[in-house]
């Protein structure tokens, strides 16, 4: 999808973007940011931070940066109360400004299977962490059981192509996470690798904590 078109779907739906998250896909951000085990002083990348549904979960006395494409999904971001500090701006995750080595940890939630190129994204991710950083990932994924996976692949083509009900929104609900962690050559260490598993063939997920092994 071209970015200008991300951009105009993400701000058109933003304000329905939780509601929609918490009927189909909730899941606890707590845990997943805790993985981080981020300490006061601290610096962490949220990419891409959308409205902001990691933001509560991080301590405080951590200074959080959010990025993402869509000033809209931004502008309910800032509405959320938060302990740590925040710094929230727009920025391609695909193409980021800022230095090498600049945060202490990456999270990203349902981002990867929304990007255009996920590879470049996690290369940008590792590039702007430090080495040894933590990076915290949740996402849809495909599913690890071939009962389900038989029915991913009569779907393959549909899922690239699924929307939220405003029919606008669209994500790769069947992103091979094995490909993009284990076979891409990025330097990385899985930390833990957790599946979330479902017999609905569009709604299986994972979360990784991965290591930034970059020297
Ligand atoms: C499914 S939402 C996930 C939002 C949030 N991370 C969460 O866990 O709910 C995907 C987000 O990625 C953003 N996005 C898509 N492509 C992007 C890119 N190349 N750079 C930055 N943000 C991007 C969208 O604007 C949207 O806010």
Known sequence: MPIEQ????????AAEYEAIMQRYWHV???????TLNLQPGQTVLDAAVGTGLNLPAYP????VTGIDLSEGMLQEARKKNIMAD????????????????????????FTLCVVANPVRALQEILRVTKSNALIAILDYCK???PEV??????IEDAALNIGFPTGKI????????????YQSNLAIEVVQD????????????????LRNTKS
């Open 6 to 13: 991300v951009i105009a779907t993400y701000d058109h739906g």
């Open 28 to 34: 606890e951000r707590e845990p997943f940011i805790s």
């Open 60 to 63: 405080a006395g951590v200074q």
């Open 86 to 109: 925040l710094t929230l701006k727009v920025a391609n995750l695909e193409n980021l400004d800022f230095a090498d080595n600049s945060f202490d940890a990456a999270a990203s939630g």
């Open 143 to 145: 599913s690890q059981n």
């Open 149 to 154: 996976q038989k029915w991913q692949a009569l």
């Open 170 to 181: 669209k994500w790769n609900a069947l992103m091979d996470y094995d490909k993009l962690i």
């Open 194 to 209: 957790h599946r979330i598993e479902s017999p609905n063939p569009f709604s299986c997920g994972c979360q990784f904590l």
